[in-house]
T-cell receptor, first 115, second 112 residues
Framework: NAGVTQTPKFQVLKTGQSMTLQCAQDMNHNSMYWYRQDPGMGLRLIYYSASEGTTDKGEVPNGYNVSRLNKREFSLRLESAAPSQTSVYFC??????????????FGPGTRLTVT | DAKTTQPNSMESNEEEPVHLPCNHSTISGTDYIHWYRQLPSQGPEYVIHGLTSNVNNRMASLAIAEDRKSSTLILHRATLRDAAVYYCILRDVLGAGNMLTFGGGTRLMVKP
C-alpha cells in the first residue's frame, strides 16, 4: 500500500495563477481532508470530505475549492493564488465511519510558494 | 473541540524515558485524547489515542489522569528518530467529520 500520495511535491506560482493539488489514498477510506501548515505553526483544516459525494468547509476555506472525484481522490484547487497561500499542504484520510475517532493517515505534503 | 496546553519544547537524552504532558481542563465526556507526531519535513503520524483508561501500543503509552483533565505521552526509550513535534489533540466523537484541531505542539529534542 502506498497510503496517501500527493502531487506535486513542490510548486512555485506567481500571484493570480491557478493550480490543483492532487491527493489519492489506496486504503479504501471514507473521509479525506486538506490541511495547511504555515512555518512554525500547527496544521489548520481547509476542507474535508466525510464521505464520497460530500464536502464541507474547515477552519480556513477562503481562496480554495475542493472536489471529491471518487472514493480514492480528493483535489484542492487554488483559483487565484495569493502570497498568503504560501504554505505546506497536507492531505489526510481516515476510515470513518462518521462519528468514531479513528486515526488519520497523512500524505508527505506539497510545498507551495506564491511570489 | 476543547483546547489543550503543551510545553513548547522539551529535551531528553537518548535511551531514557520521556514524559510529554498535556493539559485539557475543559475536556468533555465525548472527547478522545489523540497524540500525533510530526518528524522534520514529513506529515503528521498517529501515535496513540485513548478515552479514559491508560493505553499502550508499540510506539508509546498514554497515561490519562483520573479526572481526564490531563494526560501524559510516555516514550519508554527515546531514540534520535523520536525527535519531532508532538501534538496532543482532543477529538469530540460527536463532532462533525472526525476533524482534528492541531495546536502548537511540543518540540522534543533528543540528545545522543
Amino acid at each position: 500500500n502506498a497510503g496517501v500520495t500527493q502531487t506535486p511535491k513542490f510548486q512555485v506560482l506567481k500571484t493570480g495563477q491557478s493550480m490543483t493539488l492532487q491527493c489519492a489514498q489506496d486504503m479504501n477510506h471514507n473521509s479525506m481532508y486538506w490541511y495547511r501548515q504555515d512555518p512554525g505553526m500547527g496544521l489548520r483544516l481547509i476542507y474535508y470530505s466525510a464521505s464520497e459525494g460530500t464536502t464541507d468547509k474547515g477552519e480556513v476555506p477562503n481562496g480554495y475549492n475542493v472536489s471529491r472525484l471518487n472514493k480514492r481522490e480528493f483535489s484542492l484547487r487554488l483559483e487565484s493564488a495569493a502570497p498568503s497561500q504560501t504554505s505546506v499542504y497536507f492531505c489526510a484520510s481516515t476510515e470513518g465511519p462518521w462519528r468514531v475517532a479513528y486515526e488519520q493517515y497523512f500524505g508527505p505534503g506539497t510545498r507551495l510558494t506564491v511570489t | 473541540d476543547a483546547k489543550t496546553t503543551q510545553p513548547n519544547s522539551m529535551e531528553s537524552n537518548e535511551e531514557e524515558p520521556v514524559h510529554l504532558p498535556c493539559n485539557h481542563s475543559t475536556i468533555s465526556g465525548t472527547d478522545y485524547i489523540h497524540w500525533y507526531r510530526q518528524l522534520p519535513s514529513q506529515g503528521p503520524e498517529y501515535v496513540i489515542h485513548g478515552l479514559t483508561s491508560n493505553v499502550n501500543n508499540r510506539m508509546a503509552s498514554l497515561a490519562i489522569a483520573e479526572d481526564r483533565k490531563s494526560s501524559t505521552l510516555i516514550l519508554h526509550r527515546a531514540t534520535l528518530r523520536d525527535a519531532a513535534v508532538y501534538y496532543c489533540i482532543l477529538r469530540d466523537v460527536l463532532g462533525a467529520g472526525n476533524m482534528l484541531t492541531f495546536g502548537g505542539g511540543t518540540r522534543l529534542m533528543v540528545k545522543p
